[in-house]
């Protein structure tokens, strides 16, 4: 059974940061890119980070290019997001899946998310 588990949210304020973590479990992790995917009040679900497999490559959404960072531990089937220079654009829900850079997520199981306000 897929599961993904994200944590990390909270409140913070603009130009602050936070460490993201998404624990997976149920499948091969290492075998499979790795997608960071957030949702905003109102808006759909958007890409914002993914990692190859291997760590070896990686993507930003436009809006978080030089400010996000993505890794990963294969030896504990985690994913982070580390997120700098936090925006109140930034706010919404954080998610994982599996898959790089796939509009969906390759598995229909998504875990309950993590929030993300930016707020002075």
């Known amino acids: 059974q897929v599961q993904f588990v994200e944590s990390g949210g909270g409140l913070v304020q603009p130009g602050g940061s936070l460490r993201l973590s998404c624990a997976a479990s149920g499948f091969t992790f290492s075998t499979y890119g790795m997608t960071w995917y957030r949702q905003a009040p109102g808006k759909e679900r958007e890409l914002v980070a993914a990692?190859?497999?291997?760590?070896?490559?990686?993507k930003y959404a436009d809006s978080v290019k030089g400010r996000f960072i993505i890794s990963r531990d294969n030896a504990n089937n985690t994913v982070y997001l580390q997120m700098n220079s936090l925006k109140p654009e930034d706010t919404a829900v954080y998610y994982c899946n599996g898959g790089y850079w796939l509009g969906r997520g390759i598995y229909d199981a998504w875990g309950q998310g993590t929030q993300v306000t930016v707020s002075s």
């Open positions: 990692i190859g497999g291997t760590g070896g490559r990686t």
